[in-house]
């Protein structure tokens, strides 16, 4: 029987063919939505690359927001805006387009960022326009990259839940230090 031997370019496109299909059935699965999600909110997902380009947006704008919160009014944005949609309390307004206006080249989610936090800042949100995003966010799915933390509920306005880190419970603190290294001068006692 003879070995079948293929020339180097021939194995190499036969590689990259094989890694395409497995590309395209791994993302057809959600495999690219774990790895690289922020946060997944109904099926959404915001990416990692897209949290980081908003950050770095604002930043730019002299705008200081942390990533997390970034996440968060991300995570909020598409609540909101269907909770007024229903009213039509709200529209963006001329806070929303002024700092749109100092953000050069602004992406679409640095866009829902604003727009989120433009909002939440108007205080223009009707009784019923809170009543049914808080409606919306109790039924929501949501999931949170552990890097964030996870959704913490809140009977606190205007998000009504923080980002939380969560500490496993087999991590605990050191009650008692670990005593110093043989030979290192520490005598254990305070002072001396």
């Known amino acids: 029987m003879k070995a079948w031997s293929a020339t180097p370019a021939r194995r190499v496109a036969v590689v ?9 059935l791994l993302g057809g699965c959600g495999f690219e939505t774990r790895q690289q999600a922020a946060a997944v ?11 980081r380009e908003t950050f770095d947006q604002l930043k730019a ?18 609540l909101l805006k269907s909770a007024v949609a229903k009213s039509g309390s709200w529209k963006p307004d001329e806070t ?19 727009e989120a936090v433009a909002l939440i800042q108007s205080q223009k949100m009707t009784p019923a326009d ?27 306005g205007p998000v009504y839940f923080t980002l939380g880190q969560t500490t496993p419970n087999w991590l605990k603190p050191a009650s ?12 254990g006692t305070p002072g001396q």
């Open 130 to 156: 809170v009543a049914a995003y808080r409606a919306d966010l109790k039924k929501a799915n949501i999931s949170i990259n552990p890097k964030y933390g996870s959704v913490v509920q809140s009977d606190q």
């Open 41 to 51: 909110v109904n099926g959404e997902v915001i990416h990692e690359s897209d949290v």
């Open 61 to 78: 704008a002299k705008l200081d927001f942390a990533e997390n919160i970034v996440v968060t009014a991300l995570v909020a944005a598409p």
């Open 16 to 24: 990259g063919v094989a890694a395409l299909g497995a590309v395209s």
């Open 96 to 114: 929303y387009a002024s700092v749109i206006a100092s953000i050069p080249g602004a992406t679409d989610t640095t866009k829902e960022f604003v």
């Open 176 to 187: 008692n230090p670990a005593p110093a290294p043989a030979g290192s001068g520490a005598t």
